[in-house]
């Protein structure tokens, strides 16, 4: 899903509030990481997450491979924090602004 510059300015205002909802650290990226968001996309549309110091990999390669592992869409990696945005199938709760 591509998003507009205004979509995505729309959502890292919903998100600047929230708070990570995941902690990734020097394990980085395991399957179980990942079902564990995919699994809160079940819950919510916009995940927040937060990569430790102690991980090894760049923020934007993990942040890039999450989204593509979970099927959602890379909003912003901004230092250490990544969010990621997938809608509701049927009835998305998040509206976003026209393209």
């Known amino acids: 899903m591509q998003l507009t510059s205004k979509q995505r300015a729309y ?16 394990s ?10 995919s699994e809160a996309f079940n819950n919510r549309e916009l995940v927040k997450l937060s ?4 991980a090894s990999e760049d923020p934007m390669t993990m942040a890039e491979a ?7 869409t890379l909003v912003q990696v901004i230092g ?7 809608p509701f199938k049927d009835n998305p709760k998040i509206i976003l602004p026209k393209a």
């Not at 959502?11 to 020097?26: D, Y």
């Open 11 to 26: 959502l890292k205002s919903l998100a600047a509030n929230e708070p990570a909802l995941f902690q990734i650290g020097k």
């Open 28 to 37: 980085n990226l395991t399957p179980v990481l990942c079902e564990a968001v």
């Open 51 to 54: 990569i430790l110091k102690s």
């Open 66 to 72: 999450i989204a593509d592992r979970t099927r959602s």
């Open 80 to 86: 250490r924090k990544v969010v990621l945005y997938k």
